[in-house]
């Protein structure tokens, strides 16, 4: 990495030169594209905004998290988990791997500093990527150039927060399960957990197991699976079957097992969507609950779950069906969005909503050496196969040029600066 004084910046920020791609995110997608490119010995410049990898892990997770599938999908490449680790390890041992995998990879990114616009600059074939640093009074601007930019910024980047009528009214405290540490402090409290995903549901667990009293909602409908059947990773034998079977059939048998094991949750206020647990995630990038003990709670009235939201008042929250309800504190466990339309001035790759407009497997290359890594809608298994695409691809461009002892671009334009 070559980097230019200030003296020579004419625009007043710094300017790097980067030799390799630049990678912006050092979560696992941003480390596994990088340790895959270390092991080919190319160069590369990892930006993150936080001041620490893993962010999402370390600072916007619940504690009783954990991997909510078996630890062989979930491992990046060329690190296997330790022997020793759980079938589903805890939040603090994916850390703890993922600490171990920057370190044996020797990845150090450039801490503290936030994308802000990336562009290709059509007049000397590069990226030009501006960042703002994330500490100090003064905001200083970076600007890196590059021939290659992997987007690793993950799937849930910004938590999202729905606007509701009279939410602003509400006098209790309100946060987004991105904050929500433990349920603890919510002891003795009616607490509305707003959304009945994976987040939802398990914090709706989390509350009811420190005697708080809360409340889902449910608005629409939604898939939930046990997460093992009979001693199996429901995924896992998901995945088996569908070697063999076509996806409804897949979908079929597992709502036939989810009966048995559950009954049916309409009865207890969670309706189930028409398409298929498999297919709604194939389709619509939808994922089904795999529950780990909320259910049995709604079943047993500990937890309860009730319809859409009308509006807030000042201690109480009017539902659909007309009932109020009164509560202390919101948990919005709505969900999360991408942020790549916010700083990435490209609209081939990606589509507005911040996901590749092409679907898994081949939404991973764009154009002028543009990759997105990590935004397949499956974990950290889709991770994994992003980020051992991209690294074979970039292999291929570095030892191309290398043959060809092609004069790098930018020492075709750096006369301009
Ligand atoms: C509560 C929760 C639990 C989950 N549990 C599982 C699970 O059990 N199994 C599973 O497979 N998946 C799970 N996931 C999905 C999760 O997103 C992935 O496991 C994984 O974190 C994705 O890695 P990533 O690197 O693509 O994104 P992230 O982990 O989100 O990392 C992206 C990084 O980019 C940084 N960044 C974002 N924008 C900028 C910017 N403009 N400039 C610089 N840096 C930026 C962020 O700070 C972050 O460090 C879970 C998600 C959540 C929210
Ligand atoms: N390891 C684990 O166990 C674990 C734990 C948590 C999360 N995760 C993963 O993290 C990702 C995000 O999960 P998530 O649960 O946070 O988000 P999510 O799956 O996007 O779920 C968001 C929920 O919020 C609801 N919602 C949104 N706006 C609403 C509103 N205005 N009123 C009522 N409901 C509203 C949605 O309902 P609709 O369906 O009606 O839109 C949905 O139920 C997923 O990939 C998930 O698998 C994994």
């Known amino acids: 990495m070559f980097s230019f004084s200030d003296e020579n910046d004419f625009s007043g920020r710094r300017c790097v030169w980067v030799n390799g791609p630049v990678i912006v995110g050092a979560g696992p997608s941003g480390l596994a594209v990088s340790a895959c490119l270390r092991e080919q010995g190319i160069p590369f410049v990892v930006i993150e905004r936080s001041d620490c990898i893993a962010s999402l892990w370390k600072k916007r997770t619940y ?31 994916f850390i703890t791997y993922l600490e171990n995998y920057a370190q044996k990879f020797d990845i150090k990114p450039q801490f503290n500093e936030c994308v802000q616009s990336a562009k290709y600059d059509e007049s000397c074939h ?16 970076t600007e ?11 799937e849930n980047a910004e938590g999202v927060v729905p606007e509701i009528d009279g939410l602003q009214e509400f006098s209790g405290e309100v946060i987004h399960v991105k904050d929500y540490n433990s349920g603890e402090k919510y002891n003795g409290q009616k607490v509305l957990v707003v959304g009945c995903g994976n987040s939802g549901m398990e914090i709706s667990l989390d509350l009811s197991n420190h005697n708080a009293k809360p409340s889902i909602v449910v608005r629409s409908s939604v898939h939930v699976l046990p997460r093992e059947i009979m001693g199996k990773s429901t995924f896992d034998l998901a995945m088996m079957l569908m070697k063999w079977l076509p996806l409804w059939l897949v979908d079929k048998l597992l709502l036939i097992l989810a009966w048995f094991i559950f009954g049916n949750t309409q009865n207890y206020g969670i309706k189930r969507p028409s398409l298929g647990p498999l297919q709604l995630k194939n389709h619509h990038g939808k994922t089904p609950v795999l529950d780990i003990g909320a259910l049995q709670k709604i079943r047993s009235g500990d937890i309860t779950a009730v319809p859409g939201i009308k509006r807030f008042n000042c201690n109480s929250v009017e539902l659909v069906n007309g009932e109020t309800l009164e509560i202390d ?10 942020n790549v339309p916010y700083w990435l001035q490209e609209n081939d790759l990606f589509s507005k909503n911040g996901f590749p407009k092409t679907p898994f497997p081949n939404g991973w290359k764009g154009k002028h050496g543009l990759y997105a890594s990590g935004f397949t809608r499956r974990g950290l298994a889709g991770v994994s196969a992003d980020a051992i695409k991209i690294a074979q691809d970039i292999g291929e461009v570095w030892k191309e040029d290398l043959k060809n002892q092609k004069v790098p671009a930018h020492r075709r334009c750096i006369s301009t600066f």
């Open 126 to 141: 590069l990226w030009r990527v501006v960042t703002v640093s994330t500490t100090g009074s003064t905001r200083s601007k």
């Open 144 to 154: 890196y150039i590059c021939q290659m930019l992997v987007v690793a910024t993950g």
């Open 63 to 93: 504690n009783r998290l954990k991997l909510h599938l078996p630890k062989k999908f979930c491992q990046l490449p060329k690190l296997p988990f330790p022997e020793e680790y759980p079938k589903y390890p805890t939040k603090k041992q």
């Open 329 to 338: 504190s919101v948990v919005l466990a709505t969900g999360y969005r991408s």
